[in-house]
């Protein structure tokens, strides 16, 4: 018997028995939810206000399994999935709890939440207005080429995920604004534009969460990456948290052995298929459901990697990461990135310095053995590139962060190590100034010019 029809076998049965319906709860149903009555009329009221202005969903799953209820407010899980007061500034959250309670109509509420996101940024590191790839002289929606090698696709049918993050820095996609939203339904546009870049070795399906599509859907879309057309796209990366919010897409939805066939097409046709999995406490990783599907996914010859960003109130502990990558690495997966919180959304309330964020990361991989040190430091997703914390130094009497680029919007850029002077405060890489008497980061006309053309850099 071939290895490809052993695997195969693999997934026609169903080896646990799980009754677990995937039900949804919005800000529009959340007084249904059974596990808040335990929570007092002051704190409910507070979820109330907050899920008015930012994204609110959250599965029974998560709810039922991942939270420890006898740990609310501080369970990371309950922080992960429900707003909280500190998350939006106090004035507004006055204003928008003044309007819920003299009972205002929806449209008096969207308004102001509208109001509200705009104080957010919506779109950090110009995500909506640069890096539109162009097909036939048209800017390709759902698509972004940011960096030469690889590109990002947000797939119309993954543009929510099965529960929201309270964190999450695509919040703006889930708040309703369609002109906030970048999503494509266009296959066949998608695999044209990647016939045409042979220097595109990656393709990242992302969202939203991608993996809340039916199988049909990733069939359409990935299927053609088996042609010698788009040979040159070696890896497929699927950028997703459903191993904590909906383990069970992977053991009992009715597309689930599919999907996992079709993971394994690709990996027997040579292509490497890689999860970019979400993960942002252990806690997330305990159910035997999602350790079922972790072991299917794998079975196909899927790699799964992990990331998260550190987070204040959920993971900001070199306990927790210690434990979470420890973990990873004995159930096969790979630790790959500790991220900084993004500049969007309820960042006030989640940031973390980067001084501070640096110490969590050395203090955790100094506590893993050698294969969990996959895990890249502090890395923060900016204008100009993925820039990593490297170190915190002292250089001819100057207290210096040791950044380099990870990848950069001129590959040239990759691997060069610059400094920021030390500062204990700063959260982001618009916050920090060049050490040893420079004016500029060495990257910074380059970059202004780019911003200027708003232009991609090949
Ligand atoms: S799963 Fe990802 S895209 Fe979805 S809410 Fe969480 S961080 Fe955002």
Redesign the pocket.
Known sequence: MSITMQRTQRFTHKPLTDHTKYRVYTQRQFHQIEALKRLNPEQRFEIEVVANVL?FRVNEYVINELIDWDNVPNDPVFQLTFPQRGMIEPEDFDRMASLIKKKANRKEITQLAAQIHTKLNPHPAGQQEMNVPMLDNEPLGGMKHKYRETVLFFPSQGQV?H???T?????A??VGNTELRFASHEAEKLHRYLQQHPEVTDILF????PMVMRTRHWENYLKPFLAPELAHVQTIRI???SLT?WPQRYVYDDDADDLLRLLEKLVNGGKHVAFMA?FNHWQEMQTPVVREAMRRIRDTGAVIRTQAPLINHINNDPGVWVRMWREQIQLGLVPYYMFVERDTGAKRYFEVPLSQTYEVYQKAIQQVSGLGRTARGPSMSSGPGKVEIQGITEIQGEKVFVLRFIQGRNADWVQRPFFAKYDPEATWLDELQPAFGQERFFFADEYAEMVGDNILIF
Do not use: A, E, N
Request: positive net charge.
């Open positions: 994204p995920c529960s929201y993050c964190f999450c820095f695509r919040w996609q889930f992302t969202g939203g969460d950028g997703t948290k919010f979400h």
